[in-house]
């Protein structure tokens, strides 16, 4: 099956610093998005992104579909930005099945 | 965005219980939901897929007869976990689809502690 790798697995970061998190795919996927899991373990939507770029405020997020890999960027991180960031892409068929990475824990110290 | 709720958010419940949990989608119509799980400190990995009128779709490992999973509606899906043990303990997440999109949208789990 496809294997979803996620980079690096903890980061640190002091407040304000920007950091860019990666998310390796061994197949052809027809979806990819961006998550945050908060500290009561709801997962917000950041990006709906199966190619190209796309910015939300301090974030924003690229994916290149023929080299298999999506860059989450964070810029003037904050300690609100701490948690899990997890990838997860869509299998090329019709299930819409979506395959989770093992996550970035994610700490923004003040 | 489009919302989706889990009813109930946390529940304890003694061996051998049955546990039932909804999804429901809030503001759109979901022919399709998922329905995963989340260990502490790892990832999610999907159990199912339910499909509106039709029998869930369980991935490899998971029983069917444990978990048993009725997609009733267009926004409605439930999961009950039958006879309940404590390794059944974790946490349940569900995620649905829009009719018309790709993208999916996560309910905000479901704690499941069993005594």
């Known amino acids: 099956g496809i294997q979803v790798e996620q980079s690096p697995p903890d980061l640190i970061l002091q407040e304000g610093a920007n950091s860019t998190l990666r998310c390796n795919f061994s197949?052809?996927?027809?979806?990819l998005q961006w998550f945050h899991q908060n500290p009561w373990g709801q997962l917000i939507n950041l990006f709906y992104i199966p190619s190209g770029t796309k910015q939300n405020g301090r974030l924003s997020a690229t994916t290149v579909a023929t080299e298999r890999y999506s860059l989450l960027y964070i810029s003037s991180s904050q300690t609100t930005d701490s948690g899990v960031y997890f990838c997860a892409v869509g299998l090329m068929d019709s299930s819409y099945k979506l395959i989770f990475g093992s996550g970035t824990r994610l700490l923004v110290r003040p | 965005g489009a919302v989706v709720s889990q009813h109930p958010s946390w529940v304890i419940c003694k061996s051998g219980t049955s546990v039932k949990i909804e999804c429901r989608s809030l503001?759109?119509?979901?022919?399709?939901m998922f329905w995963y799980r989340q260990f502490p400190k790892q990832s999610l990995m999907l159990m199912a897929t339910?499909?509106?009128?039709?029998?869930?779709?369980?991935e490899q490992g998971v029983e069917k007869d444990k978990f048993l999973i009725n997609h009733a509606s267009l926004t409605l899906s439930t999961l009950t976990v039958t006879s309940a043990h404590p390794e059944d303990s974790s946490f349940y997440i569900c995620s649905a689809r829009d009719l018309d999109d790709n993208e999916q949208f996560f309910g905000p789990g479901t704690r499941l502690t069993v005594l």
């Open positions: 339910s499909n509106e009128g039709s029998k869930a779709t369980y």
């Open positions: 503001d759109f119509q979901a022919t399709t």
């Open positions: 197949d052809s996927v027809n979806n």
